[in-house]
């Protein structure tokens, strides 16, 4: 006897689990904990997006990465954005048109906005990190598990956002993403006025409710009476990032900057 296609479910998970799990693999050894994690994750992601130029230093000519640690209804969040990149870029597609472009093998480097929507989907990359369950350190670095993410796409010039975040025990998001006034409205609303919408393509990440180790290690960044903790790489925001990051701001002078309560910082190198 024929099964019944309709008989077929997805098997059920626990995505609160998954998550979890993430964040002791970061919290564990050889791991140097979720907030280095974090910005090494959010940077190489903005490092892959940057757009292609005659040679490689060109490609980091109008690049950079910002951080930004703030309050939504007296919570921090931190919201990080790249420039000089493409944008997600890509069809803007439901959750199932994603799934069957990923049955079909089609889920490729030009799709960038479905792959970041979907996990365990490397789009043909190679290497630790590729294949897509990465990205659930940013779920990781929230107490909620919530991200939200706009985008501004360079070849098209769509706006769009999108919402990510764990009802009951399942990772939901938005069926598809907003576009236009209603992605830079759910933006306004979503920070409530803390964030305006993008001007230049790029994309930015917005982890809500975020974890105390990570806003630590941001605040220490800004403690210049206290040289020894804002120069220490295990507890100081920006020494993590100048540590995984000094060849590219050596090599290409790259802008990489962390905000916090109306003061900017430039990673800048030390001896």
Known sequence: MKME?????????????????????????????????????????????????????????????????????????????????????????????IENLSAREELN??????????????????????????????QAASKSSAIVCDSLRYDDKKYISFERKIIGTSLKQTKIPHQGEKAKNFIKEISEGSLLPLSKPGTRIIILDLKDEIVDAIINSFKDDKPEIMNNCSMSFIKMIEESWWEIIQKFNVRISVEFNGKVKQVKLTE
């Open 109 to 138: 480097l030009n799709q960038n906005l479905s792959r970041f929507l979907s996990i365990f989907n490397s789009g043909g990359n190679v290497g630790p990190g590729s294949f897509g369950r990465g990205k659930l350190i940013f």
């Open 5 to 97: 296609e309709e008989e077929y479910v997805n098997t059920p998970q626990n995505d609160v689990q998954q998550i979890e799990q993430i964040a002791r693999e970061y919290e564990s050894e050889p791991a140097r904990g979720i907030a280095h994690g974090l910005q090494k994750d959010a940077i190489q992601n903005g490092v892959g997006a940057r757009l292609s130029g005659k040679n490689e230093p060109d490609s980091y000519r109008n690049w950079s990465f910002e951080f930004k640690l703030f309050k939504i209804k007296e919570k921090f969040a931190l919201s990080f954005i790249d420039e000089g990149t493409t944008g997600l870029t890509g069809d803007i597609l439901t959750a199932n048109e």
